[in-house]
C-alpha cells in the first residue's frame, strides 16, 4: 500500500519557522519526484516546494516562497521534508505531499496537480 503521512503542522506566529515531514512507504522513494503543495479554503491547490528523483538533483519554488522554504529527502529514511522560514499569514493553508513517479521537468510537475500519490495533509496555521 502506497503511503504518504505528513505530520509537523501546527500553529505558529509570522516570522517563526516550522518543519514538515512526509513519510513515504509502498514505493521506492529514490524514483520519484515529490512535491509540497498547500490549499486554502477555497482556493486552489498550489506547489510550493518540488524536487526530482535523486538522480536529479533540480529543485523548483514558486516566487511566493523562494528563499523561504527548503524541500529535501532522506531517501534512507523514506522521508521527505519541507523547511519553512520567515512565516507569514498568508502561507496558513493544508500542505499537502505528493509523489510521481513518471518523469517531467520540475517546474512542469509543480505547477499541476496531477500527481500519482497525495498524503492527507496537515494544518499550517500562521497567526498572531
Known amino acids: 500500500q502506497v503511503q504518504l503521512v505528513e505530520s509537523g503542522g501546527g500553529l505558529v506566529q509570522p516570522g517563526g519557522s516550522l518543519r514538515l515531514s512526509c513519510a513515504t512507504s509502498g514505493f521506492t522513494l529514490d524514483y520519484y519526484a515529490i512535491g509540497w503543495f498547500r490549499q486554502a479554503p477555497g482556493k486552489e491547490r498550489e506547489g510550493v516546494s518540488c524536487i526530482s528523483a535523486s538522480d536529479g538533483g533540480s529543485t523548483y519554488y514558486p516566487d511566493s516562497v523562494k528563499g523561504r522554504f527548503t524541500i529535501s529527502r532522506d531517501n534512507a529514511k523514506n522521508t521527505v521534508y519541507l523547511h519553512m522560514n520567515s512565516l507569514k499569514p498568508e502561507d496558513t493553508g493544508v500542505y499537502y505531499c505528493?509523489?510521481?513517479?513518471?518523469?517531467?521537468?520540475?517546474?512542469?510537475?509543480?505547477?499541476?496537480?496531477?500527481?500519482?500519490?497525495w498524503g492527507q495533509g496537515t494544518q499550517v496555521t500562521v497567526s498572531s
Open positions: 505528493a509523489a510521481e513517479g513518471l518523469w517531467a521537468p520540475v517546474q512542469r510537475m509543480c505547477l499541476t496537480i496531477r500527481w500519482a500519490y
